[in-house]
């Protein structure tokens, strides 16, 4: 199994640009989170599907945030504009309908200059 | 509410010293509890698990018992290796309708010394 595949591993651009993170979950999972990692604030948890059907995006920071999962196997987290409090890791992560463990992607490390 | 929380960091330690590490929970219910490791450069991955009280969940030498009484689940390991310098973190599921949504603590940064 390929595990939960992210791209781009990282991404630098400047202020004001949109910015698209991808994700491909595990096959056979059904559930999808996205987390934003910083030094200052930790590991936070953004929005997460079920069937591809938003569940929760209370983590979502502001409007300028949004994703998409469009079918099972692909969900995109998009931010426009972009802006230096942005930079930060995002991962990524699957898990089966109903089960506990989460499978992480390698994350995308995002530079906002 | 549900919150996990541990024990600041970071943790600096010498190869083959014992390790400990704090984690407590608010007690809404019995959830499942887990201890996730990132290595440098990667994601989180599950390190160990307990799903009841006073289940032990072990794994590559580490080791954390579900502890009610006590609302604790310490990860714990009694000689540590230079390859076990990482970011831990407890977790705990956040219970009800949440399709296995999970809560994480700050995390604990461990770097072992040779």
């Known amino acids: 199994d390929a595990g939960v595949i992210q791209s781009p591993r990282h991404e630098v651009t400047e202020m004001g640009q949109e910015v698209t993170l991808r994700c491909k979950p595990i096959s056979g999972h059904n559930s999808l989170f996205w987390y934003r990692q910083t030094m200052m604030r930790g590991l936070e948890l953004l929005i997460y599907f079920n069937n591809n059907v938003p569940i929760d995006d209370s983590g979502m920071p502001e409007d300028r945030f949004s994703a998409k999962m469009p079918n099972a196997s692909f969900s995109t987290l998009k931010i426009q504009p972009s802006e230096p409090r942005d930079s930060a890791v995002y991962f990524c992560?699957?898990?089966?309908?109903?089960?506990?463990?989460?499978?992480f992607g390698a994350g995308t490390r995002l530079s906002v200059l | 509410g549900n919150s996990v929380t541990q024990m600041e960091g970071p943790v600096t330690l010498s190869e083959e010293a014992f390790l400990t590490i704090n984690c407590t929970y608010t007690?809404?219910?019995?959830?499942?509890l887990f201890w996730y490791v990132q290595y440098p450069g990667e994601g989180l991955q599950l390190l160990l698990k307990?799903?009841?009280?006073?289940d032990k969940g072990s794994n590559k030498g580490f080791e954390a018992t579900y502890r009610k009484e006590t609302t604790s689940f310490h990860l714990e390991k009694g000689s540590v290796q230079v390859s076990d310098s990482a970011v831990y973190f407890c977790a705990r599921v956040s219970g009800g309708t949440s399709y296995g949504k999970l809560t994480f603590g700050q995390g604990t940064i461990l770097t072992v010394h040779p």
């Open positions: 307990a799903t009841k009280a006073d």
């Open positions: 992560a699957s898990s089966l309908e109903g089960a506990d463990i989460q499978y």
């Open positions: 007690a809404t219910g019995y959830p499942s």
